[in-house]
């Protein structure tokens, strides 16, 4: 049973351009979570989505920044106009339900906008 | 606003105990967790504890909990060169435990 799979590991943009981050939970798990973690910081808690519903967005900034979990395929997060600021490590969670006992996390996506 | 404080630095020597203390601000969390990140990889679940517990312990790992001070500790036995990473302490931000609030990481270096 694979892991919680994200890609790709490394993403390299420039200024304005789309950055689209995938992430494939573990089977059987039906919940995904995202979180970000700036240089030398802990993680902040993004976004929380079930197949095809956004459940808690509390952590999202609120301009160029979605996700979805459609009910085929990963879920991806996507940050549109990239500035340097959005350069971090994001990370996707999935659990089999709701919670963080049993969550597990990717390996993260390193964005770097130049 | 909630909020996890870790120190950031402990440095011990290989088969020495690691103490990595935690403190936390909300008191309505149901679970506390340790995870573990190495160079470059996601964050491993170490344990958790649940909010009425005092303490945990499975096999080198212990997890102490004082609720009253808000407190939250790991201890690592016998600490070995391979439990160098950061540690990082969470709360639950919400009942259903669906958001994860993290300190910014304790970095244990191992020497041999």
């Known amino acids: 049973n694979a892991g919680v799979m994200q890609n790709p590991r490394h993403l390299v943009r420039r200024r304005g351009q789309e950055a689209r981050l995938r992430c494939s939970p573990m089977?059987?798990?039906?919940?995904v979570y995202w979180y970000r973690q700036l240089p030398e910081e802990g993680l902040k808690f993004m976004v929380y989505?079930?197949?095809?519903?956004?459940?808690?967005e509390s952590g999202m900034p609120k301009e160029r920044f979605s996700a979805e979990f459609p009910k085929e395929g990963p879920s991806i997060l996507r940050i549109q106009q990239v500035v340097r600021g959005d350069s971090a490590a994001y990370f996707c969670?999935?659990?089999?339900?709701?919670?963080?006992?049993?969550?597990?996390f990717g390996q993260g996506t390193r964005l770097t906008v130049v | 606003g909630e909020d996890v404080e870790q120190s950031l630095f402990l440095s011990v020597r290989e088969g020495d105990s690691s103490v990595i203390n935690c403190t936390y601000t909300?008191?309505?969390?149901?679970?506390l967790y340790w995870y573990k990140q190495e160079p470059g990889a996601g964050l491993q679940l170490l344990t958790y504890?649940?909010?009425?517990?005092d303490m945990k312990q499975d096999q080198r790992l212990t997890v102490l909990l004082n609720k009253k001070d808000k407190h939250l500790s790991l201890r690592i036995a016998d600490t070995q060169t391979g439990d160098s990473a950061i540690y990082f302490c969470?709360?639950?931000?919400?009942?259903?435990?669906?958001?994860?609030?993290f300190g910014k990481g304790t970095t244990l270096s191992v020497s041999s």
């Open positions: 969670a999935s659990s089999p339900g709701r919670g963080g006992t049993e969550a597990f």
């Open positions: 089977k059987g798990h039906s919940h």
């Open positions: 989505l079930q197949k095809e519903n956004i459940i808690d």
């Open positions: 909300d008191s309505s969390s149901t679970y």
């Open positions: 504890i649940f909010s009425n517990m």
């Open positions: 969470a709360e639950t931000e919400n009942q259903a435990g669906t958001a994860l609030i």
